[in-house]
C-alpha cells in the first residue's frame, strides 16, 4: 500500500480535441480575436444559458472591467461587493474611480449576506457585485429587490459559476449570470472548464449590447463593420483590447464540447467528499458547504470550513506532510494592504472567519476515488487527536 | 498561366512546433499565466535585445496600459503621440484620463516628425509615445534629447517593431524598444511573430521594474512571493490582468525559436518588391518606403504611397479584381468621430495624407516570388494607363 500518493491543489485538464481546433484555429488564416471559435463558444453560452450576449475576454478581471465601463462607473461613485473574493472583483472597479463598499459573507458561507445590503446604499451607489462564491448562488432575487427599488445595476461575478442556477420561490432555475443586468465568468486554469487565462463578459440587459462590442474592440465599431452595418470602421468609443486569440477560444471549445462529462466527474468527486466528512460536519468538528434551497451546486469547489487559523495551518501541514496540497483561499479585501487605509466601514467578522479558517481540497478531474480517501483520512485522523 | 493567385493580405504561419509546445505547457499543470513559456520568451527577448525586463501581456493594447499606470497618468496630463498610428496608441493614456496631443508625420514617412514634438510640449505634458511605423525606427536620439530636456516619459509604441534598430551618429545599434523608458510590442497575426493577440511590456528604467510586475498580477505582489522573496501575498496596488495564458506563450516561443528564419524569408519578399517597383518610385509615379540612415528594416510592412485617395481606391479595385487583397491604413485619430470634437491642434497634413494614399501590400512568409511578381505587375500595369 502506498503511503502518499502526490496530489496537487489542481490539475488542468484536456479532453483531447484542444490541439486539433488551434491547428484548425490556424488553418482558417484567422487567430487573432472574434474568430470562428469565439463565434462557436459564445453562440454555446448563449443558447445553453439563455445569456443575451457573450463576449469572450482575455480574463474574468477584463470582463468585469468592461461591465465597470458600461456601467459608466466613475470618479467617487460606489460599488457594494463582498470583502471575501478575489481582487479583480474590486479593481475593475477601482480602475474607474469607484470606491468599494464592501459587505461581510453570511455566517454560513462565504456569498455576500443580503440583508446587509441595503444599509451600505447611499445616493452614490452605482452597482452591486455579487460573487457566487464555489459556483453556489447569492439570493439573487433579494438582490435583483434591491437594484429595482434603488435603480441599481448588478454586475454578477460568476468567475467560478459556470453551469451553476438560481431556483426562485416558485421553482424557476435560471443560469447564474443571466439574473443580472450583467456578467462575468473566468477560465482560468483552475475553474471546471478552462483556457489557461480567459472570461467572458454576458450582456443581458439591451442597453448595453451594442456598446459592449465597441469597449470589446478598442473603441471602435469593427464588429459592426464585419457584419455589413456600417460601410467603413473607425474609433467611436473608450475601450481596451478585450479579446482573446482565437487559439484560446478553439482550446475553450473543445471543453465546451465536454462540459457535461467533466461536470459528472466533478460532482462525483464533491459528493465523495461530502459523504466522506458528513460526520465530522454533523458532529460540529468543522463546517461543509452549505448550499440554500435556492442554489445549485456545480462541483466547482469543496472546502472546509475549520474552527480558525492555527487549526487551518496545521491540517495543512499535515496534508503537505502526506504530499496533499490543500490551500487557503481569499484574505478580506477590506484589510489588504491597499484598502485598509481607505477603509471605515464596519468589522466583517463572517468574512474573516473564512480567511481565516477556510480550507479549500483537492478537486479536479482525474482526482480518483482513492485519492479523495485518502485525503478524508488525513483530516479524520487530524480531527481525533 | 493562372490569371488569378488568390492571394490574401495576410495568412499567420506556423513553424509546426506551436501544438507540441502548448500539449508541453499543459503537462506542466500550469497553463494559467507567468509560467514556463511565459519565463522562456521573456528571457529571449531580455537577452536578445536588452530589454531590461520583459512582461507577456494579453495584446499590446494591454502593455501601452501598463505603462500608462506605471508613468501615473492622470486626468489632464498630456501624452504626445503621431496622429497616424492604430487607436490603441492613444486609449490606452485616455484611459488613465489622459489628452492626446496629436503630432504630424513626416512628409516622405508616417512616423512622428521629431522636428514638430518641442512646440506640443506644456507643463501638462507626461509622456511622448514614438511609434516605429513599420518596424522603421523614429528619430529616437532626438526624441531622447527632449524628454531628457524637459523631463518626460518616453514610452515606445514598437508594435510592429519586433528585430528592428535604431543606428546613433556614432554607429551604436540598438533594438528598438530598448531605448525609451518602457516600450510595448504586439505579437497580433499580422505581425511578423504571433500568437493570434498578444503583447509585451518593456521596462527599460529601473525605478518601474517593480511595480510592473505588481500591476501586471492584478495589483498583487504574487510574482515576489513566487520568487520567495516575502512570504505572503496579497493586494497592495491598482492593476489588472495583463498576463496572456501560457498557452499564447508556448504558441509564441515556437515562433522565436524561428525567428531568424521568419526574417529572412520576409526581407526577401520586401527586397523583391522594392526591386520591381522601384522604377515606378524613381519616376515619381508612386512613393516607396523611405528608410532614414538611423533606421534598420525588419520587413514588416511591404506599402506603396499613391497620389491620392481616389487613386488608390481604383488600384485596390483592380488588386482586388485579380484576387489580390491589398488594404490601407490608419485614419488619423485626430479626424476620428470620437477625437474630433476634443481636437483643437493644426491640420496634421503629412498624416492626413498617409491615411489617404497610403497602400499596403500583402507580405507573409508563405508569400511566393510569383506572388510579388503577379501583384507588382498589376501595379505597373495600373499607372500604365
Not at 484555429?25 to 487567430?31: D, E, M, P, Q, R
Not at 472574434?34 to 453560452?45: A, I, M, P, R, V
Not at 469593427?222 to 487559439?247: C, M, Q
Amino acid at each position: 500500500m502506498e503511503i502518499t500518493q502526490n496530489i496537487p491543489f489542481n490539475k488542468p485538464y484536456l479532453t483531447g480535441k484542444e490541439t486539433n481546433y488551434i491547428k484548425d484555429a490556424v488553418s482558417t488564416g484567422k487567430i487573432s480575436g472574434n474568430g470562428k471559435y469565439t463565434k462557436l463558444c459564445q453562440d454555446y453560452f448563449e443558447n445553453k444559458y439563455n445569456f443575451k450576449k457573450c463576449l469572450l475576454t482575455t480574463s474574468c478581471t477584463d470582463a468585469l472591467e468592461m461591465a465597470a465601463i458600461l456601467a459608466e462607473i466613475k470618479e467617487g461613485d460606489e460599488v457594494i461587493a463582498p470583502s471575501f473574493t478575489f481582487v479583480s472583483t474590486a479593481i475593475a472597479f477601482i480602475r474607474q474611480g469607484a470606491n468599494i463598499i464592501f459587505a461581510d459573507s453570511y455566517p454560513n458561507n462565504p456569498n455576500i449576506d443580503a440583508s446587509k445590503i441595503e444599509a451600505l446604499i447611499t445616493t452614490k451607489t452605482k452597482a452591486i457585485v455579487p460573487v457566487h462564491y464555489a459556483g453556489i448562488a447569492c439570493d439573487m432575487d433579494k438582490i435583483m429587490e434591491l437594484a429595482n427599488k434603488y435603480n441599481l445595476l448588478v454586475i454578477e461575478d460568476a468567475a467560478q459559476a459556470i453551469d451553476s442556477f438560481y431556483i426562485s420561490k416558485d421553482g424557476t432555475k435560471r443560469a447564474l449570470g443571466s439574473i443580472g443586468h450583467m456578467a462575468a465568468f473566468s477560465f482560468h486554469e483552475t475553474k471546471n472548464v478552462i483556457s489557461g487565462e480567459g472570461g467572458m463578459l454576458v450582456v443581458n440587459d439591451n442597453k448595453f449590447e451594442k456598446r459592449s462590442e465597441i469597449i470589446w474592440e478598442k473603441g471602435t465599431n469593427r464588429a459592426e463593420f464585419f457584419r455589413g452595418e456600417v460601410n467603413k470602421y473607425g474609433w467611436v468609443d473608450t475601450g481596451s483590447s478585450f479579446l482573446p486569440s482565437d487559439i484560446i477560444a478553439a482550446f475553450l471549445f473543445a471543453q465546451l464540447e465536454n462540459l457535461e462529462d467533466i461536470q459528472a466527474k466533478r460532482a462525483q468527486h464533491w459528493n465523495y467528499y461530502h459523504k466522506l466528512l458528513l460526520p465530522l460536519h454533523e458532529n460540529g468538528t468543522i463546517s461543509l458547504p452549505n448550499i440554500n434551497d435556492y442554489a445549485s451546486n456545480n462541483a466547482h469547489m469543496f472546502y472546509i470550513v475549520c474552527n480558525n487559523l492555527e487549526e487551518r495551518q496545521a491540517l495543512i501541514e499535515k496534508l503537505k506532510a502526506n504530499q496533499v496540497l490543500a490551500v487557503f483561499h481569499y484574505l478580506s479585501l477590506h484589510k489588504s494592504t491597499f484598502y485598509q487605509k481607505r477603509y471605515y466601514g464596519e468589522t466583517l467578522s463572517n468574512s474573516d472567519h473564512f480567511s481565516d479558517s477556510l480550507l479549500r481540497l483537492p478537486l479536479f478531474y482525474e482526482l480518483t476515488e482513492e485519492n479523495v480517501a485518502f485525503i478524508t483520512n488525513i483530516i479524520i485522523e487530524f480531527y481525533k487527536k
